[in-house]
């Protein structure tokens, strides 16, 4: 499985990227960071879109446009987005702060559902 990560926080994508790999073997994590553009066009089963604002609705949209069988998690700092992310279908929505066992949560269900499908 490939996991795409965008987050400009280098700290934030070390902790994203070693839940992914704890919990998901063989996964490959790549980082895509943010230059003004919205770099959709590389494919990944899973996509962790850890940024606030316009920004990662706007990033979380073109993947989805682009992309619709991969699985998103959209982790922003404001709630009021929870709208878009429900109309786009994404795979789970978090708020900063958010625990690390919440986001585990989220992997793991992925995890089964991969296994399961």
């Not at 706007?58 to 991969?70: L, T």
């Not at 625990?99 to 296994?115: C, D, H, L």
């Amino acid at each position: 499985m490939k996991a795409l990560i965008y987050s400009d926080n280098e700290q934030e994508y070390k902790d994203l990227k070693s839940v992914l790999e704890e919990e998901l073997d063989g996964i490959i994590v790549k980082q895509i960071l943010s230059d003004g553009h919205f770099h959709v066009e590389e494919d990944g089963e899973l996509v962790i879109v850890a940024v606030n604002g316009a920004m990662g609705m706007e990033i979380m949209q073109s993947f989805r446009e682009r992309h619709p069988d991969s699985r998103i998690i959209w982790i922003t700092d404001d709630q009021y987005f929870g709208r878009v992310a429900i109309r786009c279908h994404i795979f789970d929505f978090m708020v900063r702060p958010y625990s690390e066992s919440r986001y585990r949560e989220a992997v793991r269900r992925i995890a089964w559902e991969t296994q399961y499908a």
